[in-house]
């Protein structure tokens, strides 16, 4: 086994979605497979009798005045971050702390108007250093880095987040003219969605207070998936890859593994993804003996995150660490994109 990650405390959690601001009704939302999609006001799709209705987006409610992406990442992302520091201690913003925010594809002008926007409605991080990434590096590998520089003092807090939204004409429109966007009454495809998520981090150093923990982050693995999109041609390895790789840093073993936060999409090709994962990692032995670890699934609730998928993941495996029936001591949080990798994160109860 190897114990070589640094353990790192979640302190707090800001969120900003569609079923509100509270990890716990967003933990209500996904067991309960609640989703929040509503149908579009102009875009139609044709169902699986060829028959058109409207296309489903789950817009996050009070945007309505933010007409562009860049405006409600924007928003979201104020909200988010805002309410992340009502949570945490005030001793947890400093001049060693990073605000990390990973964000879609953006123009510098806009980068820097949300930078701007950031420092004028929320003063807390006047002392703070801000840092904002559009996928040059995979954001599990990002937050293997954060949490090793905690380790080591770089930081002595990191408020680790993303934020983007995918509900604009256009970008449901390229869903719909790919043959991806989501019919109602349908299993297949995706529906867009948007939200920001922030996480407040510390590190897990001798004498530290863990009372106020959220949950702790003990793993975080990536590996390359060659043929992502194909799964039902190729073999794919890559979440087997950072499933195994995240348990092993965690010292968990796989069977033990009682919960596992799924964000794969909701197309076909990412379901054959995760049943060939399934069948690599918890191959069944018999219907009595069943190892397969209980799904949360946030993307049939929510729709496509993009950018925020990963925050908002663990905002809702904390969420699930609150709700004890039954208790449980780790959760294993997979991350996929469509540029080829593949995550896991091994969060622990405190």
């Known amino acids: 086994m190897n114990r070589s990650f640094p353990r790192t405390h979640i302190r707090a959690i800001g969120l900003a979605c569609a079923t509100g601001d509270q990890p716990f009704a967003l933990l209500g939302a996904v067991a309960t497979n609640l989703s929040c999609a509503i149908p579009h006001p102009v875009l139609a799709v044709a169902d699986f009798e060829g028959v058109e209705a409207a296309a489903l987006f789950a817009p ?10 860049e405006e409600r990442i924007a928003a979201l992302a104020v909200e988010a971050l805002g309410n992340a520091l009502d949570e945490g201690p005030e001793a947890l913003v400093g001049q060693k702390t990073l605000v990390f925010t990973w964000l879609p594809a953006m123009d510098d002008e806009d980068v820097q108007a949300l930078q701007l926007l950031l420092r004028e409605d929320l003063p807390a991080l006047e002392n703070a250093t801000l840092r904002f990434v559009q996928g040059e590096e995979g954001i ?97 390895t890559g ?19 009682e919960e596992l936060i799924l964000t794969l999409s909701t197309e076909t090709t990412s379901q ?7 069948m690599r990692l918890w191959p069944p032995r018999g219907e009595v003996d069943s190892r397969d670890p209980q799904l949360l699934r946030p993307h049939p609730v929510l729709g496509e995150l993009g950018a925020a998928t990963l925050p908002v993941a663990l905002a809702l495996g904390c969420a699930r660490f609150e709700f004890e029936h039954p208790p449980l001591a780790s959760i294993l949080v997979c991350h996929g994109n469509e540029n080829g990798l593949r995550g896991a994160v091994c969060l622990q109860c405190i």
Not at 240 to 257: F, N, P, S
Not at 272 to 278: F, R, V
């Open 272 to 278: 054959l993804e995760w049943h060939q994962t399934l």
């Open 239 to 257: 979440l087997a890859q950072a499933l195994e790789e995240a348990a092993d840093q965690g010292v968990i073993r796989l069977d033990d593994v």
């Open 140 to 236: 599990v590998a990002a937050l293997k880095t954060l949490c090793a520089e905690l380790a080591v003092g770089t930081w002595e807090t990191v408020i680790f987040g993303g934020a983007d939204s995918l509900v604009g004409v256009d970008h449901c429109r390229e869903l719909l003219q790919q043959g991806r966007l989501m019919a109602p009454h349908s299993a297949e495809g995706v529906f867009p969605g948007e939200a920001a998520a922030y996480l407040v981090l510390r590190s897990d150093h001798p004498g530290a207070d863990a009372t106020t923990a959220r949950a702790a982050i003990t793993a975080a693995a990536q590996a390359p998936e060659p043929h992502a999109g194909q799964g039902g041609e190729k073999k794919m």
């Open 60 to 69: 996050v409610p009070g945007l309505e005045p933010f007409v562009s992406r």
